[in-house]
């Protein structure tokens, strides 16, 4: 297994983990459980360090395709400053998650704040996870790119 796949197994659930977690801690906060915050809280936590896999994964896979055709520099260039984003706000989150579910175990005055810190984070982190993904598919799938242009109709425009 080499970097580039490395990368593609770890790179989804910072993303995903977060939607999930996001889900999960509106629960939570709606029904005013605070098993179910925690649950939030472990996602997130679990988020941030796929978050810390996929950034040491992603140089490596940088390497392996930086050269290929369609893909170049600028583009994996604006993948990995969101996913440096991105990270940030995961690694803010998973610490957040852990002062939440400590102090959901020592039921402190505090942690419905921290609940709600959480909420807004997590917002900001699918946010930043919907543009780091969309720009990590980009690389290897030019059809999502809002530059793409159709190669097999450009070929038939040609020969008319």
């Known amino acids: 297994m080499n970097d580039a796949h490395l990368h593609m197994v770890v790179n989804h659930f910072p993303i995903i ?10 629960a939570g906060l709606f029904y005013k ?3 179910i915050k925690n649950v939030a809280y472990v996602l997130f936590v679990v988020a941030a360090i796929f978050a810390g896999l996929s950034m040491a994964t992603g140089e490596g896979a940088e390497h392996m395709v930086e050269d290929f055709p369609e893909i170049g520099h600028a583009i994996i260039h604006e993948h990995e400053e969101m996913a440096e984003k991105l990270a940030i706000v995961l690694y803010a989150l998973g610490l957040v998650s852990l002062i939440g579910l400590f102090l959901n175990f020592k039921n402190h005055a505090k942690a ?6 959480a909420f807004i984070i997590a917002i900001l982190a699918v946010i930043l996870g919907i543009e ?9 799938h030019t059809e999502i790119r809002d530059n793409y242009i159709k190669t097999e109709s450009l070929k038939v425009d040609d020969e008319h």
């Open 33 to 35: 459980n605070n098993v």
């Open 112 to 117: 419905k704040f921290i609940s709600y810190l």
């Open 132 to 140: 780091t993904g969309t720009t990590g598919g980009e690389i290897r």
């Open 17 to 26: 983990g977060s939607i999930f977690g996001l889900g999960v801690l509106i």
